[in-house]
């Protein structure tokens, strides 16, 4: 019989004719192969394989439905085969690799490319351009991204839900929240009170409500304050609840504003007008308290409906006018400053804050038509209080009752030891002023010790002894 021999399956790999036979080789260890068979004269018919699988089909679609149609604006799934410096290769199925460009892989432009994609990771992308210049099929995962990011925060704002992200980048008047797409927060809104640095923000992640949102414009803007708003409500109410005006509370100024400061309490802030920062006239806010500083309030009103505390910081001070009226009565004599000439008299102060008015009638014996005819403003001199009203905060003066002398304040007094007065105030220590070993420590007793130089260099000469009666009736009188 004619031996025949033909190749199958494996390549090199010859048989013997035979209608089947196994092949048993330590190369093809009990590897099988089934092979065709021989007619009479020894023409070998080959072995009919037929798996059709086709069903009614047939090949023809078979084959066009193994072809991907991709257009514009189509999402597709893909596995990424290749990053580059410049691009990331994604495997979709069509007849080229997608090209996605680093400026279309993500909002985060902060991140190396390899914390925010891996090779073989599968990913959504779509279709920018099914063929640029160079054939090549153009991918976008940030538009994905971008599109299912939108019916996500849809679904959230329309159900009042939370959206969580990183912050991203600190820009003017606000912060950029990654949420998918690119959130703007205010700065207004990132806390209960307004953020003058937001540079500890970044990189943070903040919990935040969506109040505006806008697919045509792209605009989608953020609140943390609502958030925070919502979830603190509860121990708000409680906070409330418990404040009763004329309570004095430990705080914090938080905002220093025109029209006064808000200080944080520890729950809620509340708002300490211009009026209730100081007893004396201030400009601006700022002249009396900064951001940061620690201070003692008293609640002054707690409006419970539009949840609003009133404060006031110079509640928990001393009131200089009770102190002034506390501390003098009518008859005295107080030096002072003229700060301002008027139609009707002049306005002296003669304490911190504390100012006086001496009416035209009351500056001089003899008449006077108008004050800058016997005082200048900025001038210093005595004057005698002739009234003292608390409660309207008002002091009358005397220059005239001044020049006829009178007690002194006790303030005076001490600057000079109380040794040197008697009990009605009246002075009988001697004038040598190097007797009194005295530095002046206020204007007031630098006046006094002025005024006293003066009377000695008057009454007496280097070769006379000092004439104290003489010098104590000038004073006094």
């Known amino acids: 019989m004619q031996l025949r021999t033909t190749e199958i399956f494996c390549p090199k790999v010859l048989v013997p004719n035979s209608y089947y036979m196994k092949i048993r080789a330590d190369m093809f260890e009990n590897i099988e192969i089934e ?8 023409h070998y018919n080959p072995r009919e394989i037929v798996l059709d699988d086709l069903g009614e089909e047939g090949l023809e679609k078979a084959i066009n439905d193994s072809i991907i149609v991709l257009d514009d604006g189509d999402l597709v799934k893909g596995i ?11 495997d979709v199925g069509f007849k080229s690799e997608g090209i996605i460009p680093l400026r279309e892989l993500t909002i985060r432009s902060d991140l190396p490319v390899e914390e925010i994609i891996k090779i073989g990771e599968e990913i959504e992308a779509i279709v920018l351009q099914r063929e640029d210049k160079e054939g090549r099929l153009i991918l976008s995962k940030k538009r994905a991204q971008y599109e299912k ?10 159900g009042n839900g939370t959206v969580s992200g990183p912050v991203i980048e600190v820009v003017k008047g606000g912060l950029i929240v990654d949420i998918g797409l690119r959130g703007f927060l205010p700065a207004s809104l990132v806390e209960l009170r307004r953020v003058r640095d937001l540079s500890p923000y970044m990189g943070k992640i903040v919990d935040t409500k969506i109040i505006e949102l806008d697919k045509n414009r792209n605009n989608v803007v953020l609140s943390r304050r609502k958030w925070l708003e919502e979830t603190q409500a509860e121990q708000r109410e409680e906070f409330l609840s418990n404040l009763k005006p004329g309570e004095v509370k430990d705080g914090v100024i938080s905002s220093v504003v025109n029209f006064g400061a808000f200080v944080d ?28 500083d620690k201070v003692k309030v008293q609640v002054l009103d707690v ?17 200089p006018w009770k102190e002034f009226a506390d501390a003098h009565k009518v008859g005295e004599l107080v030096y002072g400053r003229v700060t301002k000439l008027v139609n009707f008299g002049v306005f002296i102060q003669v304490g911190d804050g504390i100012e006086g008015l001496s009416h035209i009638s009351e500056m001089a014996a003899h008449h006077v038509t108008a004050p800058d005819q016997v005082v200048h403003q900025g001038e210093e001199l005595w004057v005698k209080i002739i009234d003292i009203d608390p409660e309207r905060r008002r002091i009358s003066l005397s220059i005239k009752q001044a020049a006829e002398g009178g007690e002194v304040a006790a303030e005076y007094q001490e600057a000079f030891g109380e040794h040197a007065y008697d009990e009605e105030g009246n002075y009988i220590g001697s004038f040598v002023f190097s007797d009194t070993d005295f530095t002046p420590e206020t204007e007031a007793q630098a006046a006094w010790a002025e005024y006293v130089q003066e009377q000695v260099k008057e009454v007496h000469s280097p070769a006379e002894t000092p004439n104290v009666e003489h010098i104590q009736e000038n004073v006094v009188d």
Not at 149 to 158: F, G, P, Q, V, Y
Not at 266 to 272: K, Q
Not at 303 to 319: F, G, P
Request: glycine residues 10%; negative net charge; without cysteine.
């Open 35 to 42: 092979m065709g068979s021989f007619d009479e004269e020894g």
């Open 303 to 319: 409006d419970y409906d539009q949840k609003r505390i009133s404060l006031s910081l110079k509640a928990t001070q001393s009131d």
């Open 265 to 292: 309490l520890g729950g809620m802030d509340g708002l300490v007008h211009v009026s209730e920062l100081s007893w004396h006239h201030i400009d601006h806010p700022s002249s009396v308290v900064s951001v940061g």
């Open 80 to 90: 990424v085969v290749g990053i580059d410096r410049d691009e990331v290769l994604v």
């Open 149 to 158: 990011a939108w019916i996500t925060i849809e679904k959230i704002k329309n």
